[in-house]
């Protein structure tokens, strides 16, 4: 019963990643860098699922220390973007 | 038994949500609505994931970790993905409309 749950833990590991590849479309060809930025959020949100559901898969609590840590690097990696992109004067309101 | 069937069960649910995500990021039409995509159906995606994590483990660290992971999500992704449509909107990326123009 237990490794029926590891190979579909395994599984959805493995589609993660699949649907991930498809997000690469979206950074190669996206017309603005904002798409491009959203890609890779998004794709760096699925390797923390990945990573998730590989800890109990492979039964290693530590890799949900390196989803935390991967988690607070791809935050700042948008926010970082975001903040230093901002024009105040582009703004009316 | 039912433990194992409730936790493939959130799995599949997450990845369904990612998916979901994935296909939105392909196919909107322009930076706001792609990200409007990526926020909900990826934050809900993760914590579906995370939820059957803590029931596989249920010991108190990794339970404890997993909770501290899913707080960290849920309060990041809305807070990046307003940070980069503001600077979006800032810089003048245009946004779809309807043949007519907005609010008609």
């Not at chain 1, 749950?5 to 190669?28: C, E, F, G, N, W």
């Not at chain 2, 309060?75 to 503001?86: E, G, K, L």
Request: glycine share 6%; charged share 10%; hydrophobic share 55%.
């Amino acid at each position: 019963m237990n490794e029926i749950v590891t190979t579909a833990l395994v599984a959805a590991a493995a589609l993660v990643v699949l649907t991930s590849v498809i997000v690469l479309y979206r950074v190669a060809v996206g017309p603005t860098t904002y798409d491009r930025v959203i890609g890779v959020n998004l794709i760096g949100t699925s390797i923390v699922m990945v990573l998730v559901l590989l800890a109990a898969a492979l039964d290693r609590p530590a890799y949900l220390d390196i989803a935390i840590v991967y988690a607070l690097l791809n935050f700042v990696l948008s926010l970082v973007v975001g903040r230093f992109t901002y024009d105040p004067s582009g703004v009316e309101w | 038994m039912i433990l194992s069937a409730v936790i493939i069960l959130l799995a599949a649910i997450g990845v369904f949500f990612t998916f979901v995500a994935a296909v939105g990021v392909l196919r909107l039409p322009d930076v706001y609505s792609r990200s409007h995509a990526v926020t909900k159906a990826d934050t809900l995606g993760v914590g579906c994931s995370i939820l059957a994590v803590a029931l596989y483990f249920g010991t108190a660290s990794e339970v404890f970790r997993a909770i501290v992971l899913l707080l960290f999500v849920y309060y990041t992704n809305p807070t990046a993905a307003h940070a980069i449509t503001r600077s979006a909107y800032s810089r003048g990326v245009d946004i779809w409309t309807t043949e007519e123009g907005p609010n008609q």
